[in-house]
């Protein structure tokens, strides 16, 4: 029996298979899984590569699940990239995300310097990169993108930008209309405190608490600085997702359910929670 229950889930933030490195299933067997558990929708997201068709493929093997795909703008699709990212939009998916492991931040915080590609096994070097130029503004495409984004309503995800990065992106986005999530908060990269937080929602962000920074591992984070975080932002202004995909974890349901149990017992009122996993990830991302 599940620990809170968490049918109706719209989870759009789950790492599925194939991948470059071991994930806990592929995308027909999370979306199987997921859809089991009575979720309603869920969001493929990869690394290296889009998933937009790899979530049409799979919405054809899974009916009576809403699948989701999104891109990430890492050097496997030409970095910050407006081109990539309004093909991705255009096709349909539902966020497009800032880089990952090829951020400045995320080499930063795990000390790779300029290494291969992190643990994906890859022989090629590459060279890290951020958002904004050397005078401290954003790159003209970042602007391009957050256009794009606000033209197709389709949010950009913060992703592994560091908070000097954040800060300038919310700002652009609010004053042109666009919409920006600020994911996982309280993972290794950002690691953001409840008045950053604040700050954030002020210029108009919306805030992804995810059950994977929390669960053992990596386990970057607590249940009582995830409730710090969230009352800083307002509970108007967060969604929950799983953000889950590592055989360190369970499936996105079992994570999520957990997450939900953990939060209820340190007081969080179930009224609110069904709120951020069920009807504000939809109406942020206009779900069907």
């Known amino acids: 029996m599940a620990m809170y229950d968490v049918s109706g889930a719209c989870d759009m933030h789950i790492h599925t298979g194939p991948d470059f490195v071991e994930r806990v299933g592929d995308d027909t067997e999370v979306a199987e899984a997921c859809k089991t558990a009575g979720f309603r929708a869920i969001l493929l997201k990869n690394h290296m590569e889009s998933t937009v068709s790899r979530a049409y493929h799979t919405q054809k093997q899974v009916p009576g699940i809403q699948v989701y795909g999104s891109l990430v703008l890492n050097v496997t699709v030409g970095g910050i990239n407006p081109v990539a990212a309004e093909a991705a939009m255009k096709m349909g998916a539902k966020e497009v995300f800032m880089p990952t492991f090829c951020s ?20 090629t070097a590459i060279e890290p990169y951020g958002i904004l130029d050397m005078e401290g503004n954003l790159i003209p495409a970042v602007g391009q993108i957050l256009e794009l984004s606000r033209d197709y309503q389709v949010p950009i995800g913060t992703s592994h930008l560091g908070v000097d990065e954040i800060v300038p992106l919310c700002r652009l986005a609010q004053d042109i209309g666009a919409t920006v999530i600020i994911t996982h908060p309280e993972y290794k990269v950002p690691m953001l405190a409840p008045e950053q937080i604040a700050e954030l929602t002020e210029l108009g962000a919306v805030i992804e608490m995810t059950a994977g920074a929390v669960f053992p591992i990596p386990g970057c984070s607590t249940i009582d600085h995830d409730i710090r975080l969230i009352q800083a932002a307002g509970v108007e202004n967060c969604f929950v997702s799983s953000d889950a995909g590592t055989p360190t974890k369970p499936m996105p349901a079992e994570v999520l359910s957990s997450y939900l149990y953990c939060l209820q017992k340190r007081g969080m009122d179930s009224g609110a929670l069904n709120r951020m996993f069920r009807d504000a990830p939809a109406a942020i991302f206009g779900l069907n």
């Open 104 to 123: 400045k931040a995320d080499f930063a915080v795990h000390g790779k310097g300029q290494e291969t590609l992190y643990k994906y096994g890859l022989k």
